[in-house]
């Protein structure tokens, strides 16, 4: 199912400040600490490199997607996927495919050169849903998470 097939009823937009209270109830699906999206989702609204798009059925939002494009010396332009999450109501339906279509259709439409994606080492469903999408398995990444103090 493409954006262009969606079903009856379901589009995808780009996210606005009003969907804070909505973003914030879908991502406590994944992490259940969510005092940081109060202040991290306005800046990612207003980070020109950002996009956020939402994924909606009725009025109600069932889905999101965040992506960063930037320059590489590596990869050329890029974009990132991060944090897409599904209703935890609405998985295994192809959503998260019709998602990650319009990412990559997104960044075909600007001639980027790559869309890179990284998920946990551990959600081994998670490798198998984007190699089922395109994406190849080709390097590791490491964080270092800074704690404030």
Known sequence: MSENQLA????????APTDLGAIKGLYAQLAP????????????LSDPNAGCWILENEGELIGMVICYVRPTLSSGNMMTVEELVIDQRHRRRGLGSILVKYCVDYAKARKLDCVEVACSLVKTELHEFYERVGFKHRMRLYSLFLAQE
């Open 8 to 15: 009856r009823g379901m589009s995808i937009r780009s996210a």
């Open 33 to 44: 600490d969510v005092s940081n999206v109060d202040t991290d989702f306005p800046a990612i």
